[in-house]
């Protein structure tokens, strides 16, 4: 696997295949036009709030982020 800290050179030393496209670690899919979330992932959230404070909301925003991604580039 590519090792962002280490340079070209040492990680193509290291047998990895170097022309692999660099993936992201972190991602905010929020705004994603093939990202939907489910119904019952919004109905989770609603629940959540609506139990946590004892009211239920009328509207809000979220955004959905995906931290420390660890891609597995064996195929």
């Given at each position: 696997?590519?090792?962002n800290?280490?340079?070209?050179?040492?990680?193509?030393?290291?047998?990895?295949?170097?022309?692999e496209?660099n993936?992201?670690?972190?991602?905010?899919?929020?705004?994603?036009?093939?990202?939907?979330?489910?119904?019952?992932f919004?109905?989770?959230?609603?629940?959540?709030l609506?139990?946590?404070?004892?009211?239920c909301?009328?509207?809000?925003?979220?955004?959905v982020?995906?931290?420390s991604?660890?891609w597995?580039l064996?195929?």
């Amino acid at each position: 696997m590519y090792d962002n800290n280490k340079s070209l050179t040492e990680n193509a030393m290291n047998g990895v295949d170097i022309t692999e496209p660099n993936l992201p670690i972190d991602l905010d899919i929020t705004a994603q036009e093939d990202f939907s979330p489910s119904d019952e992932f919004v109905n989770e959230i609603n629940e959540y709030l609506a139990d946590k404070y004892g009211y239920c909301p009328n509207s809000y925003s979220y955004s959905v982020k995906i931290y420390s991604i660890d891609w597995d580039l064996n195929e």
